[in-house]
Structures are given as C-alpha cells and as structure tokens.
C-alpha cells in the first residue's frame, strides 16, 4: 500500500519581487539553454545580439520567437527590423557570441554575409533561420518577436550552452 508524502519544501524558497529579483534570476539561470545570435540590418549598419531566448512556435506555418530586452540599446532596431535571422551557435563559436553581448556591430573577423534582404548572416552556426516579422508582442520589462521562417540553413556540430551566466558544452549521457 503507497501512501502520499507532503511535497518536501525546497531550501531556498521565496516570492519574485524587486527584493528578490537576483535570486529570481540565479533561478531562471538554472534552466540550460542553447546561445542564439540574432541578427538584423540597421539604419547603424549590421547589428548582432546574443540572446537564449529563442524558442520554436509553429511547424504550420513555420514561426519562432525570441524576446529582446526593453532596456537594451538594441531593441528599437530588433522590434522594428522587417527582416532578421536567428542562428544557432556552435560550441566553437562563444567568441561569437561573448562579442555580440558586449557589442551590436561585433562582426570584424568573423566570417559572414549580407543576404538580398541585407541581413548579415553568421556562417557555420549548426542552424540559421532566416525571418520576416510576423509580430511583436509586449512581456513586461521584454518583447515578444515572432517571426515567420522564410529559409533555413543546418549543418552537424556541437552546441554552444548557457548555463548559470556561463557558456559550456553538452555532454551526452
């Protein structure tokens, strides 16, 4: 005969508020995600910004989103950009990635180029989602960008992930 136990209280439990806002997000940061770099033509010129808010929404028709912070600089110019891309980064590239977070126009000596749409696209990303925006969304202190998949470019390699404010590898079980 099993019988139910009372849930055991986790030991570092507490209510989201502006008092707790760094241990909320240490929480979040305990979710491993993949590193995206998302990409878009400005009136500055190309633009990059490393972001593991990426998520897919839709096979039918094909969506996926990602959700740029309001306090960004970036920001005006992602929720504006009719065209964008969204690339998956490999383990190989967190220099990529760490030089976009510092910087939106990163991109000298990194191997890229402007598509017929001007958006500058990142080579050998393990996948490339080439958008057009389908919607923004407001999130509190982000967006929600919702963009319609027009192309898709893939190839085989190891994750780049995020994990606890730190980029890693994925080991395999």
């Not at 979710?31 to 500055?44: H, K, L, N, P, R």
């Not at 999130?139 to 192309?151: E, F, K, P, Q």
Request: with cysteine; hydrophobic share 40%; net charge neutral.
């Amino acid at each position: 005969m099993s019988r139910e136990m009372p849930p055991l209280p986790m030991p570092d439990s507490f209510t989201p508020g502006a008092d707790t806002a760094r241990a909320f997000r240490n929480a979040l940061g305990r979710f491993a995600t993949g590193v995206t770099v998302i990409t878009c033509d400005s009136a500055q010129g190309p633009l990059g910004i490393t972001a593991n808010s990426f998520a897919s929404v839709s096979l039918d028709p094909p969506l996926v989103l990602w959700s740029p912070a309001k306090a960004s600089k970036r920001f005006d110019a992602f929720t504006k950009a009719k065209h964008f891309a969204i690339h998956i980064m490999s383990d190989a590239q967190s220099d990529i990635c760490s030089g976009f977070t510092k910087d939106g126009s990163a991109f000298s000596g990194y191997d890229w180029h402007a598509c017929d749409k001007g958006v500058p696209l990142i080579s050998h990303c393990l996948s490339r989602f080439e958008c057009t925006l389908d919607a923004v969304h407001d999130a509190g202190d982000h967006a929600i960008v919702l963009g319609r998949v027009t192309r898709v470019s893939t190839q085989s390699g190891k994750p780049l992930m995020f994990y606890s404010g730190k980029f890693g590898g994925f080991l395999e079980a």
